[in-house]
């Protein structure tokens, strides 16, 4: 794995794909940059309904697929803190890199792999079970690293407000 490039690795493996697309996007706190609608977009067509929350500058993503309970619910973000001084950076942190076998990029390990893992294992076990009990539900957020005021808390209100319980 040490010789073989970023390109190489995401041809054979979609988390990683769906890692890197997410890795590339600028997403300062609170900026999404465009992540949800990446997410989104691979969910609606699992039957997933697909919400977007806003709330003062932050924006959020609610995606159920399913009504009933059980309700799994897969909760991250897709915001990241600043990048410091640049040239103190080996590659361009927005620029994913394989290096001595290991991923680097800002968000690769806080949290947008997570966050790509959680969309494909969703992926897989829809397909593996399409009428499977219960709901799968994503909450994203773009708010994590900065004051956490207006990203999950005000959706998981919103939820509540509507009866819409978490398992």
Same mark, same amino acid.
């Given at each position: ?23 590339? %996007?600028?997403?300062?706190?609170? *900026? ?14 699992? =039957? ?16 159920? %697929? ?28 927005? +620029? ?12 690769? &390990? ?35 690293? =900065?004051?956490?005021? *207006? ?9 509540? &407000? %509507?009866? +819409?319980?978490?398992?």
């Amino acid at each position: 794995m040490a010789n073989e490039t970023i390109e190489d690795l995401v041809l054979a493996n979609e988390t990683l794909a769906l890692a890197v697309e997410l890795l590339k %996007r600028r997403s300062l706190t609170p *900026d999404d940059a465009g992540c949800h609608d990446l997410i989104a977009a691979r969910l609606q067509p699992l =039957g997933s309904h697909i919400e977007r929350h806003r709330h003062n500058g932050v924006d959020n993503l609610w995606a159920r %697929r399913g009504t009933t309970a059980p309700v799994v619910c897969f909760a991250g973000h897709t915001d990241v803190v600043p990048t410091g001084p640049l040239d103190q950076w080996l590659s361009d942190p927005f +620029e994913p890199t394989v290096r001595d076998g290991q991923l680097y990029a800002r968000g690769a &390990a806080d949290m947008k792999t997570s966050d790509a893992a959680f969309v494909t294992a969703t992926e897989r076990f829809v397909a593996a079970h399409p009428w499977h009990t219960g709901s799968i539900a994503f909450l994203l957020t773009s708010d994590e690293e =900065g004051p956490a005021t *207006d990203g999950t808390v005000k959706v998981v209100e919103t939820l509540k &407000a %509507r009866n +819409e319980m978490l398992d």
